[in-house]
């Protein structure tokens, strides 16, 4: 697979939205794939390739419409150091207004508890909370939405799922945006958007969870930046078929280019495959406030969905021949097909591979409802893998016990194969109920 190469004027023109999609959804859809098929012979729906990352951190904006309660607990242990630990009670409260003359307000409230029992301050995770390890309150959305025909407007405060910048919902709170959006779907099968994102909140901030800072924060500059932009076209018009292409100008530090396509085939009634490709590039601009930016990452992805077995079989494929390695300007978990729980390609620092395989089963098929399972595992590693190479183990376990309460259960354990890097664990259990 060292040799894999791509077509890049191909992939550059073909991608599809790979926002992540809960693994309890994932298995779920097995079984349900070939309901309703003749509908679907209608209308086309988006083929979605997801990485273990993807799975794990979906925002689910059904769940986020009016409100949700969460309990949490986490921990993480690093060989030669204390084990960090903390748990926390949050949620939020959604709300919009009518729309008038197609303008609409909408808001939302989010808080974290760090109720502090029995919690060793010496050895608290701080994933959970502010930036001094205690409970916050968050105006975490607050937006005016315009929508006229097919042209919908929205300003401020609020949710983002694309490539290089999304929600990645695996702690108690998800990442929130200021930005400036803009998306019109007037041709058919075709939706073209573009925005400008000013801001971030949430906890891959990298400064703090409960406050809104300048992405040249997040992103580690020292200098203020004038924001950035983006803009894609995302086409469905072909049947079983998904393509995007999104442009990103992080100002004076980099132009991105990010491309994926997505194939669904049904070969059989039970039985449908998936396939994707991706290329992400990054060239650096301006006053390249973080360097030489030299990124050229190719990517592919296989998924297998047996219906009749409640079985889903995943197995994804980077490689990046760029100067710099993969591009680490994303904001949130980012778009490679071998993300996962911890590692992501672009922690390798510099150009090397990863690849990841992976399975989940849904328990409905033995008559246990809402219940599903997942495992993957993962290689890291740099072309010279003295420089870095790893290995990552995770195990999901989710369980909806109704509509409105789920228990979501997530292991990771990753093995350092380079002497100055220890190796560690984390476990975190999140409860949510919606209402």
Known sequence: MNNLTLSTAALMIMSINIYGESL????????????????????QQPIKVRSVRNILGEYDLMEHTKGQLRAGYITFSEDGTS??????????YHFNTKRWNGLMIGAEV??????????????????????NRKSFILLSQAYLDGKWGNTEIKLGRQVLDTPHA?????????????AYTVTNTDIDD????????????????????????DVSETLGVNDDIDG????????????????????????????????????????SKNTTLTLGLQYDGSHETGAALLGK???????????????????TVLAAYNQDNGETGATGLSLGGGPFFTSMEDQTLDAIGGSGKAWTVGAGYNFENIGIDGLCFGVAYGSFEADDASVYKSREIDALLEYSLSEKLSVTAAFASIDHRVAAMEDY???????????
């Not at 949430?202 to 703090?208: D, H, I, P, R």
């Open 24 to 43: 309890s959804e994932s298995l779920e859809s097995v079984q349900t794939v070939f309901e309703g098929s003749a509908a679907e012979e209608i209308t």
């Open 83 to 92: 084990r960090t630990s903390a748990y926390a009670l949050g949620g939020h």
């Open 110 to 131: 989010y808080t974290v508890l760090n109720l502090g029992i029995n919690q060793n301050p010496l050895n608290l995770n701080g994933d959970f909370f502010d930036d």
């Open 166 to 178: 999304d929600s990645d919902d695996i702690r108690m709170i998800p990442n929130y945006f200021e």
């Open 190 to 213: 075709l939706t073209l958007s573009a925005g400008m994102i000013n801001k971030m909140a949430g906890w891959e901030n990298g400064v703090n969870s409960a406050d809104f800072v």
């Open 228 to 267: 950035i932009y983006y803009a894609s076209a995302v086409y469905e018009g072909i049947k079983d078929l998904s393509l995007s292409l999104w442009y990103y100008h992080y100002s004076d530090i980099a132009d991105v280019i990010y491309a994926e396509a997505g194939y669904s085939y049904a070969l």
């Open 293 to 311: 930016q030299d990124a050229d990452t190719y990517g592919i992805s296989l998924e297998a969905e047996f219906a009749d077995l409640g079985l």
């Open 425 to 435: 664990d984390q476990f975190r259990l999140i409860a949510s109920y919606n209402f």
